[in-house]
């Protein structure tokens, strides 16, 4: 009786994949004979859009990770407190300059601000130094200026970014709750054993553990830069930059291709110049002037990043509120600037 | 109940703020319509064959924005569209001195999607004086300078610790390359602005000897002659070979991918299209269009100038030949387009008259040329004349004075040329004449007189 229930499921299960193979093949006959051939095509776009990202980002996600490193095993929260204000424009002014301290673009800056908020940053020189940092330091300002010159759009550039940088500074110091902000892994004081730092430890003890905090937070923070790299490659591959730009025209319209562009692209702020430089003629000032503006300040791979930080909310208002600032002041150049 | 401040109502107002300010903005970018600027500079003084460049805030469509823009006085030109939002007007012939133009933009729907220029453009300007940049060489100097012809003093453009050896003036007059020695013994090419005093390194020959720069009309690209460096530094430099230096690019490549081919003395024609060499192994002129990617060789031995004609379809140039009363230099015409050739003066000639200085006018028929007057007379004098008709004037016949170099101005009116007196001290002088002059009148001292217009 059991050997027959058993040669019964065997032979249903064999019926099944019969079936399956079956339909496979016949939706395989369907499929137009160039599909597989433009899907190669397709793949092979995408691996190398990929990489392209990903291996862009990856030495920015390193030195943003050391510099957390060192921030944890050097920095104490007494000394944070006496370098940053407490009070809320002080604070967000200051933590918008701070990326001249710390020069990382916008995959490093995440994993050095949460460590910074574990040492008692205020959230608006949190938000500000994440906002700014990625353009308001000097590699990004030298590569801003090889591409334009000492001119108009790095002024701009570099004054957009502070002034959208404090005002969603100064918007999250309303909020006298961290938690209310951040997710709750940060607001505890708790941290990986082997990160630990005593008072009495040694210097090379010190950097021993500012490594390990260096490495485990790499790996973290490493798998959402490839999750984000892998989204804004597949969109690249199958949303063609050209299907925007030839969206793209008008002054309202252009605006918001570029800060689409911004997000989709997901290119470091540190070479971001260059690539714009490529719609100027194609794309008005004030288009080309948003996606300098807004791409250092959310991307794809940054939203991800984002999400390990804040909570959802929190990271709604992060991207809303430069999106806002800067189509305002893309489409204030359109109108004012020809 | 107290009010309070928390994220969501700060973000939210925040937010609700920007959005009103976008449709704010956004309204009232669509009463104001689509804006244009210029290049123009404030002072409205611009040099005669500037081009003018209109740039709209947005991307409009190209013949609806062309069919708006016009110049007035009418004056030879075209519209070049650099990009969606970048039309520049090119002028054929210069701007003309003492006239006042308008660059009129009318009000109209300019882009495919019905978007207007509401406010019309209108923008005066007028052309600059020339000036003239020379060289001075002296036991502390070797210096280019510029004058105009106002009789203000001279300025320098180049500092003493450089060494100019040969130059060129930019058809826009806003540059100049020259070339200076290096310490390899070689020569490099510089470049240097009409304002002067920044100079600045073009290409760096190395061992090379970068000579005799022309740069194209359009100003896009630079032909010069250039001497390879021995294996050693002493064995002789190579042969002369014409090479390419793109200024946008930055390519330098040689003209001719033909090793055997030589080159110095290049020249350009008018329309930058044309490039003629002479070939000193081989006795020859070369000549290459670089559109048609065509080439042309003439006989020629003298290695003397090629001036071209205004449409860039002939040529004048001279050559040595045997005739039944002996070596006779003369004065060859080519016509490229009808593929047509002769020699134009020299063929009866009872005596060599050394025709050498050659110049046509860059507007008409008319062109200089040098020849020496008599028999025994070792001073040569310009002619200017029609090549046609081979009716003209003499210009420049001062006794004891010999010229040579002759240079027209942009408008194909005044000429400056190179002159010494033949006897007592050497000393370069620059001659000026035009249309109205007995004789020609000095300017200053100095060498390889251009004009910087």
Redesign the interface.
């Known amino acids: 009786m059991e050997t027959a229930t058993t040669a019964s499921r065997l032979s249903r299960k064999l019926i099944l994949l019969i079936a399956l193979g079956i339909l496979a093949i016949v939706a395989a006959s369907m499929i137009p004979a160039g599909f597989f051939a433009w899907l190669w095509g397709r793949l092979n776009v995408f691996a190398t859009v990929f990489l392209g990202i990903f291996v862009e980002a990856v030495p920015y996600l390193l030195l943003g990770t050391l510099a957390s490193g060192l921030v944890e095993v050097f920095l104490d929260r007494d000394q944070m407190s006496r370098w940053i204000s407490g009070r809320p424009v002080a604070a967000a002014v200051s933590g918008a300059f701070m990326g001249m301290i710390f020069p990382v673009c916008e995959c490093g800056v995440v994993p050095l601000t949460r460590r910074l908020f574990h040492k008692g940053l205020p959230l608006s020189a949190g938000i500000s130094f994440l906002l700014a940092a990625p353009v308001l330091n000097p590699i990004v300002i030298l590569s801003t200026a090889a591409a334009f010159g000492w001119g108009q759009m790095l002024f701009w550039r570099m004054s957009l970014s502070l002034l959208i940088a404090i005002?969603t500074g100064l918007?999250?110091s309303?909020?006298k709750e961290a938690a209310?902000?951040l997710r709750p892994a940060l607001t505890h004081s708790h941290e990986h054993d082997h990160g630990h730092v005593e008072i009495n430890d040694s210097f090379v003890e010190k950097i021993r553990k500012a490594f390990l905090i260096t490495a485990d937070e790499f790996f973290e923070m490493g798998r959402y830069l490839v999750m984000g790299s892998v989204l804004a490659a597949a969109l690249q591959t199958f949303i063609p930059q050209s299907v925007l730009l030839t969206v793209g025209?008008?002054?309202?319209l252009?605006v918001l291709v570029m800060l689409g562009l911004a997000i989709l692209l997901s290119i470091c702020s540190t070479v971001d110049a260059f690539v714009a430089l490529g719609f100027v003629?194609?794309f008005?000032f004030g288009s080309v002037l948003s996606f300098l503006v807004f791409g250092p300040m959310v991307d794809i791979k940054s939203v991800l990043m984002y999400l390990q930080v804040f909570k959802r909310?929190?990271v709604f208002?992060i991207v809303?509120?430069p999106f806002?600032?800067s189509?305002?002041s893309g489409?204030?150049f359109?109108?004012l600037?020809? | 109940m107290k009010f309070r401040w928390n994220l969501d109502t700060a973000a939210g107002s925040i937010l609700g703020f920007l959005a009103v300010l976008v449709s704010l903005v956004v309204l009232f970018g669509a009463y104001a319509g689509v804006r244009v600027s210029t290049n123009l500079p404030g002072d409205g003084v611009i040099a005669p064959f500037q081009t003018i460049k209109l740039t709209f805030s947005e991307a409009v469509d190209f013949e609806m924005a062309s069919s708006l823009i016009s110049v007035d006085p009418v004056l030879d030109g075209y519209l070049e569209w650099i990009d969606a939002r970048t039309v520049q007007f090119v002028p054929i012939r210069p701007f003309e001195l003492d006239t006042v133009y308008k660059m009129t933009l009318n009000p109209d729907v300019v882009t495919a999607a019905g978007r207007e220029l509401k406010k019309g453009y209108v923008r005066e300007f007028t052309v600059r004086d020339p000036l003239v940049v020379y060289l001075v060489t002296d036991a502390e100097q070797s210096s280019l300078w510029v004058m105009d012809l106002k009789k203000n003093p001279p300025r320098r453009l180049t500092d003493e610790s450089t060494k100019v050896i040969s130059f060129d003036a930019a058809r826009t007059g806003e540059f100049i390359i020259f070339t200076a020695a290096n310490t390899q013994g070689g020569v490099d090419l510089w470049r240097v602005s009409r304002a002067g005093n920044d100079a600045s390194l073009l290409l760096d020959c190395g061992r090379d000897r970068c000579t005799t720069p022309v740069i194209s009309p359009d100003t896009l690209r630079i032909a010069y002659s250039r001497e390879a460096s021995g294996p050693t530094p002493d064995l002789p430099f190579g042969s002369p070979r014409i090479w390419l230096l793109d200024l946008q690019g930055g390519r330098n490549d040689p003209l001719y991918e033909d090793q055997q081919i030589l080159g110095y003395n290049p020249a350009w024609s008018p329309d930058s299209n044309r490039l003629a060499s002479f070939d000193g192994l081989t006795d020859r002129i070369n000549m290459i269009d670089l559109k048609q990617k065509k080439q042309y060789v003439f006989e020629s031995n003298t290695g003397g100038p090629i001036a071209w004609s205004p449409d860039s379809n002939q040529m004048l140039f001279t050559n040595v030949e045997q005739t039944e009363n002996g070596l006779r230099t003369q004065v060859r015409f080519v016509d490229i387009a009808l593929n047509e050739s002769q020699t134009l003066l020299g063929a009866n000639d009872d005596s060599d008259y050394s025709y050498y200085s050659l110049a046509w006018s860059p507007l008409e028929q008319k062109a200089l040329l040098g020849f020496r007057a008599g028999k025994d007379e070792p001073s040569q004098i310009l002619w200017l004349f029609n090549p046609a008709m081979l009716e003209g004037i003499v210009i420049a016949n001062q006794k004891d004075y010999t010229y040579n170099s002759p240079q027209w101005d942009p408008w194909g009116n005044a000429i400056l040329f190179q002159q010494f007196k033949l006897r007592g001290v050497f000393n370069p002088e620059i001659g000026l004449w035009q249309p109205g002059f007995s004789e020609p009148l000095l300017l200053n001292q100095g060498l390889m007189p251009q004009w910087l217009p």
């Open positions: 005002v918007i999250f309303v909020e209310n902000v025209s008008g002054p309202v252009s003629g194609t008005s909310r929190s208002y809303a509120i806002m600032m189509l305002l489409l204030i359109n109108y600037m020809p």
